[in-house]
């Protein structure tokens, strides 16, 4: 298991921006991608960014490609700076490591984080 905790969440206004942070305790994460998850109320869990191992490959859901930026720092920590927010995109966000190159389904990743909220108010 890897210890995942996310922060950064909080409450904007539509057109704002946050940042949010993960970081994994234990062995480094070689060869581990890691990626962002958002689930809102009764909706199912969604994909948003992903990274691989390295850093170099990044992949975003189409609905914030663009406005979101997913970046790896050190390898065991992942950022995603969320910008021109809108009120969709208010859910709880989830970090999560999968051992695959570029992986982007729920049932990809072994390992999660508890979550934190993002709200954006129009």
């Known amino acids: 298991q890897v210890p995942l905790v996310e922060s950064g969440g909080g409450t904007v206004r539509t057109g704002g921006s946050l940042r949010l942070s993960c970081a994994a305790s234990?062995?480094?994460?070689?060869?581990?991608?890691m990626g962002w998850f958002r689930q809102a109320p009764g909706k199912e869990r969604q994909f948003v960014a992903g990274?691989?191992?390295?850093?170099?490959?990044t992949y975003y859901e189409d609905s914030v490609r663009g406005r979101f930026t997913i970046s790896r720092a050190g390898g065991n920590t992942v950022h995603l700076q969320m910008n021109t927010l809108k009120p969709e995109d208010t859910a709880v966000y989830y970090c999560?490591?999968?051992?695959?190159?570029?992986?982007?389904?729920?049932?990809?990743?072994?390992?999660w984080g508890q979550g934190t909220q993002v709200t954006v108010s129009s």
């Open positions: 999560a490591v999968a051992q695959l190159a570029t992986p982007s389904r729920v049932e990809d990743f072994g390992d």
């Open positions: 990274v691989d191992w390295i850093g170099d490959d």
């Open positions: 234990g062995r480094p994460l070689r060869n581990y991608a």
